[in-house]
């Protein structure tokens, strides 16, 4: 079975658009902060930007110049944190070196705080409490539920260990009750582990990494990684060799991709919900 993430996140984000019209006054507002001109952090949020047009959000866009301080990129986020109109804000990553993401990632008010970074969040996701969490494993969650694939009582198995897939990953699959692992660069034995996922999780970034000897035969592969080469975009998994021993893959490109910006939007108006 083929998971077509981009079929899920067109389902996602016309139930947001009706729920917003339903709820009609001030619609929700994304503001999205980019520093620099890294081309490919421009391609994400001008398409985040037609995303919440499409959707009924208002987004708003604050270009900011490399050079900028770390202090001038805090007084922004100050001025969104106090803007009634604005329900999330996201900074896109990678930031210039001169600024600090976990400074930046502590100063967005956790109410509106949609990529789930700040601590206050992190820790309510790690107590399974409410809040905003990261918006890809939010998404992977989403798909597995609405895919039909078991996640209480299984072996789920994470490749890689960033703050944005791998750890939140972890705490959301531990909340719907799998036994988690997060296996990484030190870990030995790594196709061994991975043949005991019954789902593996992909996130590690390196093209074609996980082949046949990483796959037990029917378990869900969720490919996160997504990276530029000279042949085009390519995922963590080698998705011809794979595909036939999977039960259930998700495809580079139009698996978990589109799902990340469906659930921005969605922790949007969550926020929203929420700040009205
Ligand atoms: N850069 C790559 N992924 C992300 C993400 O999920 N959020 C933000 N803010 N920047 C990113």
Known sequence: MILSGRKFAKTVRKDLAEEISQI???????????????????????????????????????????SVSEDELLREIEN?????????????????EHISDETIASSILPSKDVDGFHP??????WRGEEGLFPCTPTGIIALLKYSEIQIDGVNAVIVGRSNIVGKPMAALLLR???????AHSHTPDLPGLCRQADIL?????????IN????????????????RTSEGLRGDADFEQVKDICGAITPVPGGVGPLTIAFLLSNTVKAWNRNR
């Not at 995303?51 to 959000?57: H, R």
């Not at 046949?212 to 990276?227: A, C, N």
């Open 120 to 125: 206050v969040n992190v820790g309510k996701l």
């Open 212 to 227: 046949s000897e990483f796959v037990k035969p029917g378990s869900t592969l969720i490919d996160v990684g997504i990276t």
């Open 24 to 66: 009609g006054g001030r619609p929700p507002g994304l503001a999205v902060i980019i520093v620099g001109d890294n081309p490919a952090s421009q391609v994400y949020v001008s398409m985040k930007k037609k995303a919440c047009e499409k959707t009924g959000l208002i987004s708003r866009t604050v270009h900011l110049e490399e």
């Open 176 to 182: 719907e009750h799998a036994t988690v692992t997060i």
């Open 201 to 209: 999780i992909a996130a590690v970034g390196k093209p074609h990494f």
């Open 80 to 96: 969104l944190n106090q803007d009634s109109s604005i329900d999330g804000i996201l900074c896109q990553l990678p930031l210039p």
